[in-house]
């Protein structure tokens, strides 16, 4: 019952030795979401070995290169492997026309299908929605470069059953479902079973969101709100938050206020500029605001783990 | 003095986590020239401390995507450091066209200008040239797509003065470089000093020819002869040398076939498939037929140096 991210790139616009530029896989229950795709993208997917044919969907923020460089060597590796399953991609629609275009050009044979899916980013939009989660995408800031943030939700389970009880009262199969729902179940002889006698509160719904590249915004604060693990970028430090404002960046203050407004669990940041060797001062800048904060370095993996609280 | 060439990408189209897709850096001189750009090139380039912004000449053997992937992200990278040294790319007329669609899209603003160079592919072709050095494209064989292969060559030096001789007959600097070029020296007196008292020979021309992606193709021998590297792809073994001939690839012993044939002085082999994590029997291969053979393995470097015989 995997929820679980693994950063592979933690750096800005110029990757550097150690950290590549931005993606990372979400891992919920086994199904995997690629967020941005930087170049070296399929090459952190092996070193962290990630399954990279189970890839169905990418998602991708906004069109600056260093969210997007690693695209077309990752759709043309799934070519060379033989891909079949269909491919879910989200982005601005030019991120449609670069990819046809480079397919068309270098005439790159897939055996797989590619969906396209707009990212309109002007409102709250649902990207993708089965039983037990919902993706949807938000506007940040991001200058002139329309930018989407992230927000992955599981749904709210059914209450869960209480298994010794349920052979101990000798329950048929077709009453579950509505005891999974709440039902008390009545016994033949007319004795009420409560509930809660039957079942146990479902785990609690888990839920990440992904907010780069952006000026610190606050209005995003309602729409993160409570998440359990929230990727905030922290391109800067406070010193230069001057330099943050103009180039629509945030500094790791801004994350963790961010981050403390909006009352989530645990704070992740990164998109570090290359001029940053050591992160020690974004992690303590951040940390002095929202103290359950890490660093998302290339090869680290988050986990949310079930909770009945 | 140097010339020396330095891996930085030694796989096949699928890249592993120790090998990179194709791209070398070479060195004559200290110009520098960098050959394919398969995805993770500037990384590399960090990661090997080559000078990224003295690359000014980018020469791409062919539109496969381990050949070019690494490209926007490298001009990405040059536009963002503020480059404005000129760039010359070399390669296909697709090349341009995939260039210009993905900065236009994507509104990257250089303040560098990039000349861009077709390479027709049918014929020996000149790329580059000074008054040192010649490089020249040459077609090689990798099924419908035009692939070519590079030479890299000195131009032959004028004879070295001798410093002491021309101190000892006090030869005024007018007369130097007759000398250079075999002028004897007339004294006052009318005494002849001749032209081998006062320099010795130049130092040889160095040479190097880049061979990728090619099925064996015995007919470049006369156009890569003699040259004192030859980096000759070795996709597969000898065992699958049908797949080679199928795939117009070449396996380990034909490049070492080509390298004896050819003469060279010492042979490089490279573009591995990724099914290979053990590159021994490659090398082995190659070795059987051409002894002075080397896999030319990610951040390895190979020099020629200044050999007057």
Redesign the interface.
Known sequence: MKFEVTILGSNS?????KR?PTAQVLNVLERFFLIDCG??T??QM??FRLPMSRINHVLISH????HI??L??LL??FA??GRKSDLHIYGHS?LE??IR??LE??E?KLDYEIFYHTIFGTNIQTLFEDDSLIVQSFPLKHGAMPCAGFLFKEKERLRTLKSDMLSFYNIPIKNRHGIKQGDDFICDDGEVIPNDKLTKDAPKVRSYAFCTDTAYLPKIVPIIAGVDLLYHEATFLKTEEKRAKKTYHSTAEQAGKIAAEAKVKKLLIGHFSARFDDLKEHLEEAKNIFPNTALAEDGKIFSVELDRD
């Open positions: 616009a110029l990757p550097t030795t590549f170049e070296g399929q090459i092996k070193r069109m600056h290169g260093d460089f690693g077309i060597g043309s590796t060379l492997q030019k026309k670069l275009f480079q050009l270098l790159t």
